[in-house]
C-alpha cells in the first residue's frame, strides 16, 4: 500500500504560479511512477504529467507542456508539480496517484491515489 496526500492547492490570480507537492508514505517510493491528474468541473479526470521512476523521465499533456514541471525527490518521498503562467482553464482538483506499469497516461494503470487539491485560478 501507498498512501499519498497531496497539498500546495489555493486561489491564484491568471499568470501565476504555484507548486503543488505529494507525500508518500508506505512501501519504496522509489518503486512507482507518479503522476499529476487534474478534474475540472463537470470533466473526467485527466492526465496532467508523470515522472517514471529510475531515470525520471517526464511525460506532460500537450495543454501544460511548457508550463508545468513534474518533478520527484526519493530520499523526501515526495513528488511535485510546479505550475507556471496558470490560466482559469487549468482550474480544477489536483490529484497525485502512483503507478508500477509503464503507461503513464492511463488513468486505470494508477493503484494508488490522493484525495487531491484544489487549483482556483481567477481571471
Known amino acids: 500500500q501507498v498512501q499519498l496526500v497531496e497539498s500546495g492547492g489555493g486561489l491564484v490570480q491568471a499568470g501565476s504560479s504555484l507548486r503543488l507537492s505529494c507525500a508518500a508514505s508506505?512501501?519504496?517510493?522509489?518503486?512507482?511512477?507518479l503522476a499529476w491528474f487534474r478534474q475540472r468541473p463537470g470533466q473526467e479526470r485527466e492526465f496532467v504529467a508523470a515522472v517514471s521512476r529510475g531515470i525520471e523521465a517526464t511525460y506532460y499533456a500537450s495543454s501544460v507542456e511548457g508550463r508545468f514541471t513534474i518533478s520527484r525527490d526519493n530520499a523526501k518521498n515526495s513528488v511535485y508539480l510546479q505550475m507556471e503562467r496558470l490560466n482559469p482553464a487549468d482550474t480544477a482538483v489536483y490529484y497525485c496517484?502512483?503507478?508500477?506499469?509503464?503507461?503513464?497516461?492511463?488513468?486505470?494503470?494508477?493503484?494508488?491515489w490522493g484525495q487531491g487539491t484544489q487549483v482556483t485560478v481567477a481571471s
Open positions: 508506505g512501501r519504496p517510493f522509489s518503486w512507482y511512477a
Open positions: 496517484a502512483a503507478t508500477t506499469t509503464s503507461n503513464y497516461y492511463s488513468r486505470e494503470q494508477y493503484s494508488y
